[in-house]
């Protein structure tokens, strides 16, 4: 009369447990790494849409705008943040008499990206072109 018993028994359970609290703690900073790498990306195209409105704005005008709320892009970046609200944008700094320009992208020290401002904390964009960010990571761009 041997009766096998079905199911887990607490041990097994523990060791089960254990496993997944590894893999949590190499999976959770692995995801958060990537989702700041991932929001970059919002820098990356308010500078850029910026860097285009100058153009036009330097074609019909002669020289390059020293306010966001002269170019023509969306209504976020005229206010000063980026489109997701990740960064906050400068407003342009003017050099040669209007005939440059470079405009910065900083992460809010508040909100989803401020734990990004050591890897990459601000991004700067002129009117050549030139990208370049300040930071630990050499990547940022």
């Given at each position: 009369m041997n009766r096998r018993q079905k199911g887990l028994t607490l041990v097994e359970l523990m060791v089960v447990v254990a496993v997944?609290?590894?893999?949590a703690a190499i999976a959770y900073p692995l995801y958060t790494n990537q989702t700041q790498k991932a929001r970059?990306?919002?820098?990356?195209?308010?500078?850029?849409?910026?860097?285009?409105?100058?153009?036009r704005y330097y074609t019909i005008n002669g020289s390059y705008a020293a306010a966001l709320s002269s170019l023509q892009v969306s209504g976020d970046i005229q206010g000063g943040n980026s489109d997701e609200g990740y960064y906050t944008i400068a407003a342009p700094t003017l050099?040669?008499?209007g005939q440059g320009f470079s405009v910065t992208a900083t992460v809010n020290s508040s909100g989803a990206q401020a734990g990004d401002a050591p890897n990459c904390g601000s991004y700067t964009i002129d009117q050549l072109g030139t990208k370049?960010?300040?930071?630990?990571?050499?990547?940022?761009?």
């Open positions: 997944m609290a590894v893999l970059r990306a919002d820098a990356k195209v308010a500078l850029e849409t910026i860097a285009l409105a100058q153009e050099s040669g008499g370049t960010a300040t930071g630990s990571a050499s990547n940022c761009w």
